[in-house]
């Protein structure tokens, strides 16, 4: 009787919280709405990846630009085969590095004071050695954070109690059967959401699920809602197909224009009462740039990240997947020179698409992502600046 009390008594309590939140998100966007008619946020958005990139210029002039994250791709193995994977990831390709190459440039890291450490792939958790560098990161007094598409997160429950990541970051691409199908895997939705339940059990505050929206799952988003908000998940990040690895050069892996207004139009109306974003990769917004986001868009490779690949390159971003792009090699240079000497690119960005140069957007937007260009896919001006936010802009 006395537990039937108390537990029908923590219910009530977790529906009033739920309705608190609810009421305080719907305070903060209609605030978020007042000061975007004001148009004084149109203005951040526009100068923002100017400040940025000036700041970091500035850093890096007098010595003391340091990526915030570096992120490491592990392994190109992975237990998956889903069917747009930028990575190609399935079984490797390329000599990975060892325990010890990558535990000494993590060591090097923390002398370059970097704070954050995020390991990705491939599928993280097929690599053998994987707790001995996480805890070697520990060590080494960096946080670290995980993506992982779940499968395997039940196997290792004892290690991540111990070596608790800073946040979880996991893959959901649909209902169950889209998703295992898209995935590959059957039983990949039901361990995943396990997975999260897992690591809010752990205490991991930021448990991020990415969901790629693809044409065969776009129209199951409304329920798709339902279940992220039903989860563990804190954060829902709904990923626009960037045409690389296995979605490259296919269109069935692609959005048209009016699944992408669609898409921006869910994403607006989700965030009333879920944290939600639209990816970085979708680029400049423009106007719609804090409806979608909760910052506007600056990509930050060889600014604030790099990634470490999985033979020891080093590259600004991973979206190439392409060694052409390469700042240098772990293997034969230390990680503070190519971080002292590289990116470039980057750091003096020249966006040689045509249509670019003679935009006016060009220079609070640079041409987007850089994996979207190389399939032609980077510009959304299209979508939002027909918006009627925009009017004024
Ligand atoms: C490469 S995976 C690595 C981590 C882990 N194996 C997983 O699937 O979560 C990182 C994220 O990129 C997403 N992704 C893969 N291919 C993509 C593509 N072509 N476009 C956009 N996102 C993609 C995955 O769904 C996943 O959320
Ligand atoms: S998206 Fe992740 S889980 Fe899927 S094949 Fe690629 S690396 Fe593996
Ligand atoms: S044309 Fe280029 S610079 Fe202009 S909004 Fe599109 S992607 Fe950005």
Redesign the pocket.
Known sequence: MERERERKEKEKKREKDKKREKNMKNVLHNAKNVIYRSGMLNVYSEYYLRCKLLSCKLKQRFNILVPGTVLWLSTYN?N?Y?K????N?GDTHVPELSTKEICDVITELRKMNVKMFSI????PLVRKDIFQVIQHVIDSGMEYGI???GYLVTKFEEEFRKMRPYDY???I?GLERTNDEIRGVKGAFRRNLEALEFFKSIGVKHRLV?T?VLPNNIEQLPELKKVIMNSATTFWRL????P????KDNDK?SLNNEQLKYLFDFVIDTSKEFDIELSD?AGYLGCQSLKLRSRPFFCGAGLTKCYIMPDGEVLGCSIFYDNEFSEGNIRNKSFKEIWQTGFSRFRNPQCADEKCMSCKHIKSCQGGCWGMRSGNKHCYKDIWEKNIDCANS
């Open positions: 992975c998956f889903c747009h994977c930028e990575a990831a990705t792939g491939g599928e993506a992982s598409n970051f996991t893959s691409d990415n790629v990923s626009v197909p960037i690389v690895g296995r979605a892996m990769e």
